[in-house]
């Protein structure tokens, strides 16, 4: 089976839910992770890519993190298009205009940084404790881990 989680800059979201579904090394799946819209090139995305490691470090499963984020392409999408996950409306909205979708979607909507309730800079580092929580229990329920 081949996973594909999509956010928008593939340096949190969906970085932490591929990181612990590799992580769990279930057989027989394959999983990646890609963002609708990655700048690997601007610092701060650079800066929360490397905040994100940390947080995995923490939880021992850095080891399983990929180095840089992957932008998402329709290549991407037709190779690893067993489920799709998407991490919220504005990630599907924004990945339904970079490529043909299948229908195999689900839609966490799991608020990002910066968005909705999640705006205080100051809480940034609460915030991806959270967003890791809600991850890796979407992630459990969803390969029934209990």
Known sequence: MNVHF???GNVLRSLIAETYLKS???DGLNVISS???VDWNDPQEREYFSNTLAVLK???IDSYAKN??????QTR???YNDLIVLMNNRVADEARMLAT???NLQNWKIVDIGEGHRIDDKSREQYEKDIYREIVDKVDELFAIS
């Open 6 to 8: 999509i956010c928008r």
């Open 24 to 26: 769990l090394r279930i």
């Open 35 to 37: 963002g609708t819209n």
């Open 58 to 60: 923490k939880r021992g």
């Open 68 to 73: 840089v984020p992957d932008q998402l392409t």
């Open 77 to 79: 999408i037709d190779e």
């Open 101 to 103: 979708l299948p229908k």
